[in-house]
């Protein structure tokens, strides 16, 4: 088994075939939405595929270190500039390709009109072993 991130972008991915943003669907719509998350996830777990996911906050900062005795430095209120996550899911699965077909599966969840998003995840594998440097 391998775990895989599926990371759901609301800016900052290629555009969504019904890229609506979310802010203008209506309460429906957004329940349907969030329902077909849920359905999706509780499948998984039923088959021992699903991990953990969660739904994030808009609001967001980057922070780094600034040194011995120095607050941590913020990169300030842009928050329009930025890559904004909109939520993610870890899964488990045999193989690459069953990690694919899950995210596409999950990309299909209903948008603005109740019709599929098709919106773009990102698949990142989880690193299993640390990288190897030769010289």
């Known amino acids: 088994m391998a775990k895989y991130l599926l990371l759901k972008h609301y800016r900052g991915a290629p555009a969504a075939v019904n890229d609506v943003p979310m802010d203008r669907w209506t309460p429906e ?3 349907a939405h969030i329902q077909y998350m849920q359905d999706f996830a509780a499948r998984l777990e039923t088959t ?4 953990d996911g969660q739904a994030l906050s808009p609001e ?4 780094r270190y600034d040194g011995e005795g120095r607050p941590p430095v913020t990169d300030g209120p842009f928050a329009e500039t930025k890559d904004l996550i909109a939520g993610w899911m870890v899964i488990d699965v045999d193989s690459y390709e069953r990690a694919l077909e ?3 599966e999950l990309s299909a969840a209903p948008g603005a009109g109740g019709k ?3 919106e773009w995840l990102e698949l ?3 690193l299993t072993e640390p990288p190897t440097i030769t010289e």
């Open 29 to 31: 719509e957004v329940s």
């Open 48 to 51: 021992g595929e699903f991990v």
């Open 102 to 104: 899950l995210a596409g």
């Open 60 to 63: 967001g900062t980057f922070v």
């Open 116 to 118: 599929p998003i098709h």
């Open 124 to 126: 990142r594998p989880f």
